[in-house]
Structures are given as structure tokens and as C-alpha cells.
């Protein structure tokens, strides 16, 4: 079943450790251990989790030029980021639209970049494409990825290595970990303090194995990632953004500095810059928002969602039983113009309309050391 699968370095750990196993991206990856998703969902908001992010993408930008010519196909600012900064940023399309999310950290002498799993192979391609006569890609296969996540993240890595608490959110560094050279960066996926690590995969398990072993660590899989995620209001590429929406009607508008809008001494000069900036200037029609049940049932994506009197407004992309917030959240895109704060809508789920209200993301505060 599982033999055209790809598989991480940590395969055997998970096998191990009893994980239930499922296709994800293309690898065979771990949804959930014997606790249950919501034993990790919980561990990961009050101690730490450790998860196995080793499917998604790694790569490099090597060049004087990389900095300028990555700016032609993200609407960010990529030359002024400073040795040892990380930036969250996107590959546009011709039309606006979102051909995926991604990391970016300057290093002394490149760029490392992180991509989506289900992504990595049109990333690099799109790279080599577009900008590999400007600069050269490295795609580096040759890597593990592993994320400690939680209030605890800090004092269990700083076991291992104390410079590590010295990082702050959205820095990067590197740091010797159970004997093996590794950057790290404080960021993830959850809403919560803690660290992506990048590893060589020949020392992916020990490194694993000597965080687990240290008493506020347990590992989680991609189930409870995807609820703490949801609750941190945090977008999945191919669900709540795709080429198909915008970063302005994605709400991701935050990302696109100033140097690179209308005015900015970098404005455009990415695809998609004119369909963006006219948004930017005018307003989306459609939006992506939050809804909190009022009901105690879970909505899940592509349920419809309508008004009182069954007009569809819209649908939702992402949704799940808040663990930390013990009410149904969700992530739907709207009509602008029912896009507003406590604006009571409905979700269709088998022939019933459960009321929702409009609400502010994150469903849980981020925790971000800054």
C-alpha cells in the first residue's frame, strides 16, 4: 500500500513509536501517535511538541544576484532583509494568484528557502525557470526538517544547545545539536514559541531521539498541526489559498512591504502586480475570514455558506473542533460585503444550517518570542 510512498528519515522513529501512518505529499507520514491528536494538540500548547516537517522542501539561492532576482517573483523584500532574518513570502502568478507560500532566511552567502512538499517540484522548476540565469538553485534532498514547538521549545532546546534562546521570532542561526551542524531558526506552524531546525538526514533520528528524550518533549503529527494551525488563523497551501486567490483577498497583505507597493522605490516587477495593486487600491470581492460555531458541530471544508435566507456567500476551506478554544473554527472565503466582525452567516452540513459568526484570527494569540 505504502511502497510507492516516499518516506523521511524519521520513518523508522514513527513506525516506532507507534504513529498511525497515512499519504501526505507524497510521503507516508505521521497523522497521529497512540494519545490521539488532541493529547498533541494540547502538549504542543502548554509543553512542547516535536514534529517531522522533513517532506517539505529545502533549498538554496546562491549568487550575488539572488536577492534581486527572487524579488521578481515575490511582491516582498527580499535585498534588504538582513544576514540572519526570515521572511514569510509567496510565489505569485499572472493573474495574482498563489503558486505557494514559503520561508525565506539570508544567510552569510545565500538564500535558504523553504517550501510546501506538495509544491517543492514546480517551486524548483518555476526557480530554475524564471531566474536560474540570474542565479544558481540547490535543492538540498540531502536535509531533514524537524520543528520543536511550544512555551517549553525554548528551555528543551537550549539543553542542547543554550545559544539557541538568544534567537528571536523570525531569526535564524547555527548551532551544533546532538553533535550535528544544524540551522535553526525560531518560527512555525502552530502559533506557539519554537524552532524549525534543519538537520543533515544522517542525523535527523539521533537529534529526534535526544529532544524526546527530554521530559516537556512528545512528539505530534500532521493531525495536530493542522488543528493548531487552524486556531493560530495560519494558511494551508491548496486549501485556504491556491493560484486561484490573492494575497488580498487571502488577507495576507501584511507580507507585501512597503518598498514594494504603489510609491515604493520597488513597487511590481512581480507577476501579478497590476491585478494585486489594484485590489490593494479598490478592495477584493471576495475575503478570506474566521468563523466561530455557536453550535458545538464541526464544519469542514467546502461547506457552503449562506445567509438567512440560503443565499450562497461563500464556502469554507479549512475547519475543525477548536481544541484550545472548544468551539468549531473555521476558515471560509467571503463576499466582502458579509466579510465583517460578528456578522452572523451560515454553514450547510447535511441538509442543516449551523449558525457562525464572523471572527477575528487568530482563534488562539500567538505566542511569538519577539
Given at each position: 500500500m505504502t511502497a510507492h510512498l516516499l518516506r523521511t528519515p524519521l520513518h523508522a522513529l514513527h513506525v516506532?513509536?507507534?504513529?498511525?501512518?497515512v499519504p501526505f505529499a507524497g510521503y507516508d507520514m505521521p497523522v497521529n501517535y497512540p494519545g490521539g491528536i488532541l493529547a498533541e494538540h494540547r502538549h504542543c500548547r502548554d509543553f512542547a511538541a516535536l514534529f517531522d516537517v522533513s517532506h517539505m522542501g529545502q533549498l538554496q539561492l546562491r549568487g550575488d544576484d539572488a536577492a534581486a532576482a527572487l524579488?521578481?517573483?515575490?511582491?516582498m523584500d527580499v535585498v534588504d532583509l538582513p544576514v540572519g532574518k526570515q521572511r514569510y513570502a509567496f510565489f505569485t502568478n499572472a493573474a495574482g494568484g498563489l503558486l505557494d507560500d514559503l520561508m525565506v532566511t539570508r544567510r552569510a552567502d545565500h538564500l535558504f528557502l523553504v517550501v510546501n512538499a506538495a509544491c517543492k517540484e514546480a517551486d524548483q522548476r518555476h526557480l530554475v525557470t524564471h531566474i536560474g540565469h540570474r542565479c544558481t538553485m540547490v535543492p538540498l534532498p540531502e536535509r531533514a526538517l524537524l520543528a520543536l514547538q511550544g512555551p517549553a521549545a525554548v528551555k528543551a532546546l537550549a539543553q542542547l544547545d543554550a545559544g539557541v534562546a538568544d534567537l528571536t521570532f523570525m531569526t535564524g542561526g547555527d548551532f551544533t545539536l546532538a553533535g550535528a551542524s544544524c540551522f535553526v531558526t525560531r518560527s512555525g506552524y502552530t502559533g506557539e514559541d519554537g524552532f524549525e531546525i534543519s538537520v543533515p538526514a544522517d542525523a535527523a533520528e539521533r537529534l529526534a531521539r535526544a529532544l524526546l528524550a527530554l521530559p516537556d518533549v512528545k512528539p505530534a503529527g500532521l493531525g495536530a498541526r493542522d488543528t493548531l494551525r487552524l486556531?493560530?488563523?495560519l494558511c494551508l497551501y491548496g486549501h485556504d489559498i491556491n493560484e486561484n486567490t490573492t494575497p488580498v483577498e487571502a488577507g495576507l497583505t501584511w507580507a507585501i512591504q512597503k518598498v514594494r507597493r504603489p510609491g515604493g522605490a520597488r513597487a511590481g516587477g512581480y507577476p501579478g502586480a497590476a491585478v494585486i495593486e489594484s485590489q490593494l487600491a479598490l478592495g477584493p470581492k471576495i475575503k478570506r475570514v474566521g468563523l466561530a460555531g455557536l453550535?458545538?458541530?464541526?464544519v469542514r471544508e467546502g461547506a457552503p455558506i449562506v445567509d438567512a435566507q440560503g443565499h450562497k456567500l461563500g464556502h469554507v476551506t479549512s475547519g475543525t473542533l477548536g481544541p484550545t478554544v472548544f468551539e468549531p473554527v473555521a476558515m471560509a472565503y467571503l463576499a466582502a460585503n458579509h466579510a465583517i466582525a460578528h456578522h452572523e452567516v451560515y454553514a450547510e452540513v447535511r441538509g442543516k444550517r449551523l449558525p457562525m459568526r464572523v471572527a477575528p484570527m487568530p482563534f488562539t494569540p500567538h505566542r511569538y518570542h519577539r
Amino acid at each position: 500500500m505504502t511502497a510507492h510512498l516516499l518516506r523521511t528519515p524519521l520513518h523508522a522513529l514513527h513506525v516506532e513509536l507507534g504513529a498511525k501512518m497515512v499519504p501526505f505529499a507524497g510521503y507516508d507520514m505521521p497523522v497521529n501517535y497512540p494519545g490521539g491528536i488532541l493529547a498533541e494538540h494540547r502538549h504542543c500548547r502548554d509543553f512542547a511538541a516535536l514534529f517531522d516537517v522533513s517532506h517539505m522542501g529545502q533549498l538554496q539561492l546562491r549568487g550575488d544576484d539572488a536577492a534581486a532576482a527572487l524579488e521578481t517573483l515575490v511582491p516582498m523584500d527580499v535585498v534588504d532583509l538582513p544576514v540572519g532574518k526570515q521572511r514569510y513570502a509567496f510565489f505569485t502568478n499572472a493573474a495574482g494568484g498563489l503558486l505557494d507560500d514559503l520561508m525565506v532566511t539570508r544567510r552569510a552567502d545565500h538564500l535558504f528557502l523553504v517550501v510546501n512538499a506538495a509544491c517543492k517540484e514546480a517551486d524548483q522548476r518555476h526557480l530554475v525557470t524564471h531566474i536560474g540565469h540570474r542565479c544558481t538553485m540547490v535543492p538540498l534532498p540531502e536535509r531533514a526538517l524537524l520543528a520543536l514547538q511550544g512555551p517549553a521549545a525554548v528551555k528543551a532546546l537550549a539543553q542542547l544547545d543554550a545559544g539557541v534562546a538568544d534567537l528571536t521570532f523570525m531569526t535564524g542561526g547555527d548551532f551544533t545539536l546532538a553533535g550535528a551542524s544544524c540551522f535553526v531558526t525560531r518560527s512555525g506552524y502552530t502559533g506557539e514559541d519554537g524552532f524549525e531546525i534543519s538537520v543533515p538526514a544522517d542525523a535527523a533520528e539521533r537529534l529526534a531521539r535526544a529532544l524526546l528524550a527530554l521530559p516537556d518533549v512528545k512528539p505530534a503529527g500532521l493531525g495536530a498541526r493542522d488543528t493548531l494551525r487552524l486556531e493560530a488563523g495560519l494558511c494551508l497551501y491548496g486549501h485556504d489559498i491556491n493560484e486561484n486567490t490573492t494575497p488580498v483577498e487571502a488577507g495576507l497583505t501584511w507580507a507585501i512591504q512597503k518598498v514594494r507597493r504603489p510609491g515604493g522605490a520597488r513597487a511590481g516587477g512581480y507577476p501579478g502586480a497590476a491585478v494585486i495593486e489594484s485590489q490593494l487600491a479598490l478592495g477584493p470581492k471576495i475575503k478570506r475570514v474566521g468563523l466561530a460555531g455557536l453550535e458545538k458541530v464541526p464544519v469542514r471544508e467546502g461547506a457552503p455558506i449562506v445567509d438567512a435566507q440560503g443565499h450562497k456567500l461563500g464556502h469554507v476551506t479549512s475547519g475543525t473542533l477548536g481544541p484550545t478554544v472548544f468551539e468549531p473554527v473555521a476558515m471560509a472565503y467571503l463576499a466582502a460585503n458579509h466579510a465583517i466582525a460578528h456578522h452572523e452567516v451560515y454553514a450547510e452540513v447535511r441538509g442543516k444550517r449551523l449558525p457562525m459568526r464572523v471572527a477575528p484570527m487568530p482563534f488562539t494569540p500567538h505566542r511569538y518570542h519577539r
